[in-house]
């Protein structure tokens, strides 16, 4: 069973930055496409960014943070990251680390996600 465990959120100030970890366990890590997804409080699931399994590392990033958050992994440390700069209010969220094994990092959703973290807080205090 594959496990995804976050670190590294917590509160900061507006523009201040954080970087998310997602430890990953029993799985092939360097298989998997991995993302990083957002929820606020009655809201639906957000895609934030996502990097793919291959060596290419293609990624996604969703145009609320595009410019402002970077996405990495190493398959070495079976990790995935997410650098997140200039944070603003709405960056609010529980984030949340996934995976997905098949098919293309750019396609990757909430409604495919083959494995969840259990999710992350960030807040963001103007």
């Known amino acids: 069973q594959v496990q995804l465990v976050e670190s590294g959120g917590g509160l900061v100030q507006t523009g201040e930055s954080l970087k998310l970890s997602c430890a990953v366990s029993g799985g092939t890590f360097d298989r998997y496409n991995m993302g990083w997804f957002r929820q606020r409080p009655g809201e639906e699931r957000e895609r934030v960014a996502a990097i793919s399994w291959s060596g290419t590392d293609v990624t996604y990033y969703s145009d609320s943070v595009k410019g402002r958050f970077t996405i990495s992994r190493d398959n070495a440390k079976n990790a995935v990251y997410l650098q997140m700069n200039a944070l603003k209010s709405e960056d609010t969220a529980v984030y949340l680390c996934?995976?997905?094994?098949?098919?293309?990092?750019?396609?990757?959703?909430?409604?495919?996600?083959?494995?969840w973290g259990q999710g992350i807080q960030v807040t963001v205090s103007s």
């Open positions: 996934a995976a997905r094994r098949l098919g293309s990092a750019l396609a990757m959703s909430a409604s495919n996600v083959d494995y």
